[in-house]
């Protein structure tokens, strides 16, 4: 892995294509949440499957805690549809044919000339596309589990959401003042957040 990819770091904010055939870029798939970005060999590979068997099962509660997931295969579009059909995931996957990822961050896993794929790596993002940890996925058991994943992400929200404690300090007033900024989600409008409940539309 690239020198600079490492907790504490930027992770680059690739732009590739998805299983809908549409350009997406990490940054924008982000948005203000922490992600898990997933970097796979593709859907040839039972570890793979298995991972991501894992998470969909788990997808729900990933889901409410305002956190996305993307993953990033060297899969050509065919095998990056069905790979995600197979796993019944929801999240947005990500088609590095090209090997454009692979080569940028030095990961080739040239033990598989074959296959050609990359090493895989499970990232956990603060917004910003930051890194919080990486987990070297080469041996199943290097891949983070949900409790792992939990732990991470708990960590990265009690930093990043200034709403973590309601308790805090100035918390109670600035809502009471009108002051939202500092209640999720910040700065965005209202009228497609309902105020103090997240992801709720308003009425």
Same mark, same amino acid.
């Given at each position: 892995?690239?020198?600079?990819?490492?907790?504490?770091?930027?992770?680059?904010?690739?732009?590739?294509?998805?299983?809908?055939?549409?350009?997406?870029?990490?940054?924008?798939?982000?948005?203000?949440?922490?992600?898990?970005?997933?970097?796979?060999?593709?859907?040839?590979?039972?570890?793979?499957?298995?991972?991501?068997?894992?998470?969909?099962?788990?997808?729900?509660?990933?889901?409410?805690?305002?956190?996305?997931?993307?993953?990033?295969?060297?899969?050509?579009?065919?095998?990056?549809?069905?790979?995600?059909?197979?796993?019944?995931?929801? !999240?947005?996957?990500?088609?590095?044919?090209?090997?454009?990822?692979?080569?940028?961050?030095?990961?080739?896993?040239?033990?598989?000339?074959?296959?050609?794929?990359?090493?895989?790596?499970?990232?956990?993002?603060?917004?910003?596309?930051?890194?919080?940890?990486?987990?070297?996925?080469?041996?199943?058991?290097?891949?983070?589990?949900?409790?792992?994943?939990?732990?991470?992400?708990?960590?990265?929200?009690?930093?990043?959401?200034?709403? !973590?404690?309601?308790?805090?300090?100035?918390?109670?007033?600035?809502?009471?003042?009108?002051?939202?900024?500092?209640?999720?989600?910040?700065?965005?409008?209202?009228?497609?957040?309902?105020?103090?409940?997240?992801?709720?539309?308003?009425?």
């Amino acid at each position: 892995m690239r020198a600079d990819i490492v907790p504490g770091g930027t992770f680059p904010d690739y732009e590739l294509t998805d299983h809908t055939q549409a350009r997406r870029r990490l940054s924008t798939l982000q948005g203000i949440d922490p992600m898990i970005l997933v970097l796979a060999r593709g859907q040839y590979c039972p570890k793979d499957n298995q991972q991501h068997l894992e998470l969909a099962a788990n997808y729900s509660k990933i889901a409410v805690s305002y956190t996305q997931i993307v993953t990033i295969s060297t899969d050509n579009l065919l095998s990056t549809k069905e790979f995600r059909a197979a796993v019944g995931a929801q !999240w947005t996957f990500l088609s590095d044919a090209g090997r454009k990822v692979q080569k940028d961050l030095g990961i080739q896993e040239y033990t598989d000339p074959y296959h050609d794929p990359m090493i895989p790596y499970t990232l956990v993002l603060k917004p910003g596309l930051v890194i919080h940890s990486l987990y070297n996925g080469y041996w199943y058991w290097g891949r983070p589990s949900m409790d792992d994943l939990q732990r991470d992400l708990r960590d990265v929200l009690r930093e990043v959401r200034p709403d !973590w404690d309601l308790a805090a300090p100035g918390l109670r007033e600035a809502w009471d003042a009108g002051d939202r900024s500092t209640f999720y989600p910040y700065e965005q409008d209202d009228r497609t957040h309902g105020v103090g409940t997240p992801g709720t539309k308003a009425t």
